[in-house]
């Protein structure tokens, strides 16, 4: 194979000399710059992804979305648009057999908080409340056009720090003060290593920075999308886009109350995701049209769709403040982190936590402090995105970074290498470090640019002269209550306070921290708002709720110890 | 809805086939003729991913109407290969030029327009005719190596 | 009109698979009679060579020659359950399980092998071209073709594994945090270099040098897909894109390519790679992830690298010209660094 290096200085390079006795093994497949197995299919144009599935009699579905923020739907008037050419079926939130979920409920993390096509309220702009389905995409759109929706439009909030201020409107009545409830306890994600107030008192320079990262579309190449059809033996065939096959087909089973072996899931192909293809939207209503009306159904997003319909990364904001020594020692760091979720919890409630886990960035800090909020807000909600709940605060940490370089007069890689964690630290998440290459990264770019380091820093090691003191826990950790919420199960991260697992089953509504006495009466106990919708009846005892539902984990799994 | 019939060239072979009011000649190749490998992209002529060759241009399959292929050369990157495959196929598996591949075929026939007409383009010449095809996973170096390798002939057939 | 070049720099570590694990990943190997092997997953192929990589591991895995193995994803009627491909946790968790099904089944085609050759299974080797020979004595040997036919015609054996691989689900205390994220960790080093047009705002990338730290390069075109094409993401979420350029208003977003901004192949800088391999404890041959890291560290370096060129700090993405311009309006011009 030729190894002509790319034009204008694209070159890569195998430092094999870094960890060569960690590599002692000779290996035969490993390592070779093997062609692509899907290559030949690539470039002949036959790689087979989702929508190169033909069918006889294909049926189109597009929705009917909200044009407000938010708004309440007094009535959806269909019939003009029943009667329009090739229109086969009109499908709303009745339609669906279980029209609440929540993505991660397969992994009993979060409330079920989202309808599939909503029957009462919107959170969003663009937000879906019917379906048509015809004969052709062009028929699908006239019909949508003709859909009447009575809209009351309802106040709404699009700023991650006025939804969480008090009496800002509730994206959702589950979470009043329109921020997710962690481990039933407490209203944002704690990180508490060490005395990060007592550290900033010691600390020569105090440096603080606040980051705003953007809202970012995925913008795979392939638009999201599935087509279903009727298999034999009344099973249903679902070609898909999805990133994660039996995600999508643990949501269709939730939602339409079906058994997995009646999903038979096709995918696998897809034309690029970088995240946006997780949410599991697409499988269930094309299924859900399949079975209404007995054909071929395709439900794929247009692009205009996927760039503001299709779930974002969110934007995220970080309040950052480092305590840091004359010499370039980071002795304390602290961090307030706003996700905005959007509407709805998609995967923002785990990002946070995985957020947490990274804090702070790839440092070895004695003091480390933050409080991470997910934040509803009424937006397009926001889900997982390359990089997913570390690329926006690595941007945080990263821009501070030369700012603490500034602030102590020192090069910005000498900084990172001073304070770069190496094997066997104790990190802020409790657990020690290994298999650290910080270090050996930093040398080689500085190398490479040229960039001149004082002796003592060239000559560090990740496998050197860690642990020890740097293995040690904090003396004292600071700990506090603040943010305490009520009326969700304790042992979970965001369980609403009912008797039964079942979310469908009626339960007192949550309580947030009460809103500051300017917002009215305390919230604590406060009685359901006025507009809040009745809860849903419990399912009949003929069909159990969880019937058909795929769980990837056990309740316990995520019960504290 | 009425129905026309369209009669045009394929990768050299005669077709016929009937296109409905409105089809545009991405659908029509996809569904009506059942040649899938322009991809949709967007629907707007912003990405490229249908690119295809009429008489010899390359045209974006999602913005002409399927009626305009009456009497025309049709050229997809279905019909790339012969008995072997083309150079750029070639130069495109050598340089790992794809990934997902949902660009792949467009920019392909991107790069055979250019090369039809121009065989020996220069970097910038190679940059122009593939700026109107998104590519979201390569960062596109390795797409312009490849056609590079075929331009400059490190890569032939 | 001057411009501005200026260096920045940024590091980052990134955790591979999902936070607190409990995403488990499974994998089928079986062989048909004449010794060629199908990895029947469920997992997804989004570019990201989720196919091919499998098909190494398998075969590096077997002994066999990377032409008998076929990855066949992803049909839920055939490949057994797999979390997804997110969270870079495809080549670490579905490796792994690969490697499992795959030691399951190159142990019977051994036995296969030593029946035939009335040796002990032991006392086999394989030579990745497709021959199993006794240690030590090359000419004892017998083809995997001939092994797999033994066994399905005559001895009655199943050629055949499954795989399964879990980093058990963590728990994360309310109060402190503490957790167990994850189990291994890539890394990432990159210097920026920019030019800044003080009259016009703009900000091009003219160049980018790298070091990342990849457990190990299970397949080195496959590394520098992820890596340069990764890069570019990021040089594009750092001065180009996003769905709200109003955020956290939600007028004039992009509807169409036209309107949501990404650097073309006219938009490119050049971008020198080092790869370093520590390999992972826990890593399918200490391989990690290095899909989602690579674009991280470009965000940061290239708000650096601005600051450097002129003594703006953009904190909020992203770099438009517009805050460029009001950053040196405020500044009452450029203010070069050159820190680098």
Redesign the interface.
């Known amino acids: 194979m030729t190894e002509t290096p790319m034009i204008g200085g694209n070159m890569i390079d195998f430092r094999k000399e870094f960890f060569a006795d960690e590599r002692p093994e000779k290996l035969n497949e490993i390592g070779k710059p093997t062609r692509r197995q899907d290559i030949t299919g690539h470039v002949t144009g036959r790689s087979p992804f989702y929508d190169d599935h033909l069918f006889e009699g294909l049926l189109h579905m597009r929705c009917v979305r909200s044009p407000h923020h938010a708004a309440r739907i007094r009535r959806i008037d269909t019939s003009a648009a029943e009667r329009m050419p090739g229109v086969q079926r009109i499908v709303l939130g009745r339609d669906v057999p279980r029209n609440l979920n929540t993505l991660l409920s397969l992994l009993d993390f979060g409330i079920d908080d989202e309808p599939i096509l909503s029957t009462d309220r919107v959170r969003y702009k663009g937000e879906p409340v019917a379906a048509v389905i015809a004969a052709t995409d062009a028929q699908a759109r006239d019909a949508v056009a003709a859909i009447r929706v009575e809209w009351e439009p309802l106040p709404h909030v699009l700023d991650v720090e006025a939804a969480i201020k008090p009496g800002a409107p509730a994206v959702l009545d589950i979470y009043p003060n329109n921020k997710f409830a962690y481990h039933g306890k407490y209203d944002h994600q704690k990180l508490r290593y060490g005395d990060v107030e007592t550290a900033f008192r010691q600390a020569d320079h105090v440096v603080e920075g606040r980051y705003q990262m953007s809202p970012i579309e995925q913008a795979p190449v392939e638009t999201c999308g599935a087509i279903a059809a009727p298999e034999q033996n009344g099973r249903w065939v679902c070609y898909t886009s999805t990133q994660a096959l039996f995600f999508s087909l643990g949501t269709a089973a939730k939602v339409l109350e079906m058994p997995s072996s009646r999903l038979h899931f096709i995918g696998g192909t897809v034309g690029g995701g970088f995240g946006g293809k997780v949410d599991s939207i697409h499988e269930p209503m094309a299924i859900l049209g399949a079975m209404l009306t007995g054909r071929p159904v395709k439900f794929m997003w247009d692009r205009e769709e996927e760039m503001q319909v299709g779930a974002p990364r969110g934007a995220e904001l970080w309040i950052v403040k480092d305590g840091v020594m004359r010499d370039g020692r980071i002795i304390a760091r602290q961090f307030t982190g706003y996700f905005d979720s959007g509407a709805y919890t998609r995967l923002s409630s785990y990002a946070v936590i995985k957020c947490v886990g990274h804090l702070p960035g790839p440092y070895t800090i004695p003091n480390v402090h933050a409080n991470v909020y997910c934040v509803f807000t009424n937006r397009t909600p926001a889900t997982a995105m390359r990089g997913f709940g570390i690329t926006g605060v690595d941007f945080a940490i990263e821009a501070h970074m030369d700012k603490v370089a500034e602030a102590v007069g020192m090069n910005p890689i000498e900084l990172r290498l001073l304070n770069a964690y190496r094997d066997g630290d104790m990190k802020a998440h409790r657990r020690i470090a290994k298999n650290c290459a910080l270090i050996e990264c930093c040398q080689v770019v500085a190398e490479k640019a040229g960039v001149k380091l004082a002796p003592h820093l060239a000559a560090l090691a990740s496998t050197r002269d860690g642990g020890g003191d740097r293995a040690r826990l904090p003396a004292h950790t600071v700990t506090d209550e603040n943010g305490r919420v009520q009326g969700y199960q304790p042992w979970s991260y965001a369980r609403k306070n009912a008797p039964a697992r079942d979310p469908f089953v009626g339960a007192p509504p949550p309580v947030q921290p009460p809103r500051a006495p300017a917002a009215g009466t305390p919230a604590v106990n406060a009685p359901p708002r006025a507009d809040q919708p009745p809860p849903p009846p419990p399912p009949s005892p003929a069909s159990p709720p969880r019937q058909g539902a795929l769980r990837f984990s056990s309740l316990s799994g995520f019960r504290r110890r | 809805m009425a129905l026309k019939p369209v009669t045009f060239t394929l990768n050299g072979n005669a077709k016929a086939a009937f296109t409905e009011d409105g089809q545009n000649l991405l659908d029509f190749l996809r569904r009506s003729v059942g040649d899938l490998s322009p991809k949709y992209g967007c629907g707007q002529g912003g990405c490229g991913a249908c690119t295809v060759l009429m008489d010899g241009a390359p045209v974006l399959a999602c913005l002409t109407l399927a009626e305009a292929a009456q009497g025309a050369r049709i050229e997809t990157a279905a019909g790339l290969a012969g008995a072997a495959l083309h150079p750029l196929q070639e130069a495109f598996m050598e340089r790992f030029a794809a990934q997902c591949g949902y660009c792949t075929p467009g920019m392909l026939m991107a790069a055979r327009a250019l090369l039809d007409r121009n065989p020996r383009p220069s970097r910038d010449e190679v940059i122009e005719a593939i700026s109107g095809n998104i590519c979201r996973c390569t960062g596109y170096e390795p797409i312009i190596a490849a056609i590079l390798d075929v331009a400059e002939g490190r890569v032939r057939a | 009109m001057t411009v501005h070049r200026g260096?920045?720099?940024?590091?980052?570590?990134?955790?591979i698979g999902m936070?607190?694990g409990?995403d488990p990943s499974q994998a089928l190997v079986h062989s048909n009679p004449d010794g060629k092997f199908t990895v029947a997953?469920?997992?997804?192929?989004?570019?990201?060579?989720m196919?091919?990589v499998t098909?190494?591991?398998a075969?590096?895995t077997l002994?066999v020659p990377?032409e008998d193995v076929?990855?066949d994803?992803?049909?839920?009627?055939t490949?057994p359950?797999?979390?997804?491909?997110?969270?870079s946790r495809g080549t670490h968790r579905m490796g792994n399980a690969v490697i499992m099904a795959a030691q399951e089944a190159r142990a019977v085609m051994l036995e296969a092998a030593a029946e035939e050759l009335e040796v002990d299974a032991a006392d086999l080797m394989t030579d990745?071209r497709g021959n199993i020979h006794v240690k030590g004595a090359p000419s004892r040997s017998i083809t995997t073709m001939a092994a797999a036919q033994a066994a399905q015609f005559r001895q009655g054996r199943t050629i055949a594994g499954r795989g399964i691989f879990l980093v058990p689900?963590s728990?994360?205390?309310?109060?402190?945090?503490?957790?167990?994220?994850?189990t291994?960790?890539a890394?990432?080093?990159?210097?920026v270099s920019v030019e800044v047009d003080d009259e016009t705002g703009e900000v091009t990338v003219t160049?980018m040098?790298?070091?990342?730290?990849v457990g190990?390069?299970?397949?080195?075109?496959?590394v520098?897909?992820q890596?340069?094409?990764?890069?570019?993401?990021g040089m594009s979420?750092a001065a180009w894109?996003?769905?709200?350029p109003h955020?956290?208003?939600?007028d004039h977003?992009?509807?169409?390519?036209?309107t949501?901004l990404?650097p073309?192949?006219?938009d490119?800088a050049?971008?020198?790679?080092?790869?370093?391999?520590?390999?992972?404890?826990d890593g399918p041959?200490?391989g990690k992830g290095p899909?989602?890291?690579c674009?991280?560290?470009v965000?940061?370096?290239v708000?650096?690298a601005v600051?450097d060129a002129v003594g703006v700090?953009i904190?909020?993405?992203?770099v438009t010209p517009e805050k460029v311009l009001r950053g040196l309006q405020a500044n009452g011009g450029a203010r070069p660094?050159h820190?680098?």
């Open positions: 260096r920045g720099f940024a590091c980052i570590n990134y955790p936070n607190l409990g997953l469920s997992a997804i192929d989004l570019g990201q060579g196919k091919s098909r190494q591991i075969a590096e002994g990377i076929y990855v994803t992803a049909d839920s009627d490949g359950h797999d979390m997804g491909s997110f969270a990745g689900l728990e994360v205390d309310p109060e402190t945090g503490e957790m167990t994220p994850v291994t960790f890394h990432a080093a990159m210097l160049d040098q790298s070091a990342y730290e190990r390069a299970l397949n080195p075109r496959l520098e897909q890596l340069r094409g990764g890069a570019w993401m979420h894109e996003t769905t709200e955020y956290p208003s939600r977003g992009p509807v169409d390519f036209g949501y990404m073309g192949p006219g490119l050049p971008h020198h790679i080092s790869i370093l391999e520590r390999p992972a404890a041959f200490g899909g989602e890291m674009a991280n560290p965000l940061p370096a708000v650096n600051y700090r904190d909020s993405l992203p660094r820190r680098l």
